[in-house]
């Protein structure tokens, strides 16, 4: 069969998007961008342009027909609804975990499951403690989250020595900690239900159900009923990204039935298509039918909650993350006083509640339940490990700062919870790096008098 060579240009190219991709993939990368944008947005809104960065935030978008139009500030469409789609993959992680992950059965998941557990318990006291009044006391579920990408992110600085079982754990646990997240904002950050909209959220769960049962595989065909169900939760009152969630864990975690594997279908339907193809006279549009059949098997290859994740993930890592960060990262210092009770105690409450309260938290209670034999440490997770993971997880970034903005109106107050996220986030993640690179070195001065 006779070869043809590619123009040069055209090599070029798909090598750079080819790395391009895995570059996407590295873990540690993502949590790198989220840096940037933060620290980009801090200093924005420090800085002489400081006015143009309020006034982007609140520049109004429309949407309508007609006479029916609906206005919002950017920041409204970015917090609530770009972030819709963040939710939306965390509900498939939930859902991919407790069908075949870490959630899949009760032995697995009960260990994650009570240090997730310490792990927003103790924080919320400790904040508690800092704080008496009651506006304050509003935020006490600020510190209880962990950002997954953040992390994952930092856990892939240390590099392949970190036994696959902690990254595992706390994957699991961040997982189970958003589950616990998500039930605070349904039940403590909602306003005022209003239950004619939950009618409007079942109709665009219904048309999901539906088009699930007909057998519709295409994600395009969903954008519809996920709109509907996302206005619903809207006009109810309870935050609308919750919409997200519900969509995700309602994801297939099985292709859809084709009457037979999909792959068999994916070469029946070859063999179909490069025969006619090599027929003597062929009309281009008798290839349409087979090509179209093919598609559709090879989408099927992949479970839907799988390759949806797998398509909004660099989506949600490298474009609304890091503009959610840019959006609500950005604390004007000058506008934050600090020396007032309020603010100063907010900021100490949220810091010190994710630096010490996460991995006292998570370590107490992980100890608590093997001591009393209740559980077992993972295999090849060590109490260094379980220390390594209680201190990641008090890096608390999108999560904690989604909540803050749902918990205070005060903009003083706000922005001293955001400045106590950051700071805490930050502190954790250098503590956390720090005793991950002396447990691997203590290791490996120990493997020798192992061997030995």
Not at 72 to 84: A, K, R
Not at 305 to 313: D, S
Not at 396 to 402: C, H, K, P
Request: proline share 5%; with cysteine; glycine share 10%.
């Amino acid at each position: 069969m006779q070869k043809h060579a590619m123009p040069r240009a055209q090599q070029i190219a798909q090598r750079a998007f080819a790395n391009f991709e895995r570059f996407l993939h590295i873990e540690a990368v993502s949590g790198v961008v989220l840096l940037i944008a933060a620290v980009a947005a801090l200093i924005w809104a420090n800085s002489p342009a400081a006015e143009s960065y309020d006034a982007l935030w609140h520049t109004p978008i429309s949407f309508g027909i007609g006479s029916l139009v609906y206005s919002q500030s950017l920041h409204f469409w970015i917090n609530d609804g770009l972030m819709t789609i963040f939710f939306l993959v965390v509900g498939m992680e939930i859902r991919r975990e407790i069908h075949e992950g870490a959630l899949s059965s009760l032995r697995q998941a009960t260990l994650p499951m009570a240090a997730a557990v310490g792990g927003v318990v103790v924080p919320a006291l400790i904040y508690l403690a800092f704080n008496h009044s009651p506006p304050a006391q509003e935020g006490w579920a600020v510190p209880t989250a962990t950002d997954i990408a953040f992390a994952v992110g930092v856990l892939a600085l240390l590099g392949k020595s970190i036994p696959s079982n902690v990254r595992v754990f706390l994957l699991a646990l961040a997982i189970i900690d958003d589950i616990i997240a998500v039930l605070i904002i349904a039940f403590f950050y909602s306003g005022g239900l209003d239950y004619s909209g939950f009618g409007v959220a079942a109709i665009g769960l219904l048309l999901v159900l539906g088009l699930q049962k007909i057998g519709v595989g295409s994600a395009y065909a969903y954008i519809i009923p996920g709109f509907i169900t996302w206005l619903g939760m809207l006009m109810t009152g309870a935050h609308p990204t919750l919409a997200g969630v519900v969509l995700g864990l309602m994801t297939p975690v099985r292709a859809m039935p084709l009457g037979e594997r999909p792959l068999e279908a994916v070469t029946r339907f070859t063999d179909d298509l490069l025969g006619r193809a090599k027929a003597p006279q062929i009309d281009d549009s008798e290839l349409m039918s087979p090509l179209k059949n093919l598609r559709v098997a090879q989408r099927e290859l992949v479970a839907p909650v799988l390759r949806v994740q797998g398509h909004l993930h660099p989506w949600v890592a490298f474009a609304i993350m890091p503009l959610f960060a840019l959006a609500n990262a950005g604390v004007g210092l000058s506008g934050v006083d600090l020396s007032a009770d309020g603010p100063h105690w907010v900021m100490t409450g949220v810091a010190v509640a994710l630096v010490l309260g996460k991995p006292l938290g998570i370590v107490t209670i992980s100890w608590l339940m093997v001591r009393l034999g209740w559980c077992a440490l993972p295999a090849g997770v060590t109490w260094h490990g379980i220390t390594l993971i209680g201190l990641l997880a008090g890096i608390g970034f999108t999560m904690s700062i989604f909540i803050a903005n749902l918990a205070f109106s005060d903009p003083g107050v706000l922005g001293a919870a955001k400045l106590g996220v950051l700071s805490g986030s930050v502190i954790a993640a250098v503590i956390g790096l720090a005793w991950g690179v002396w447990s691997l070195r203590k290791a490996a001065k120990a493997a020798p008098a192992q061997v030995g």
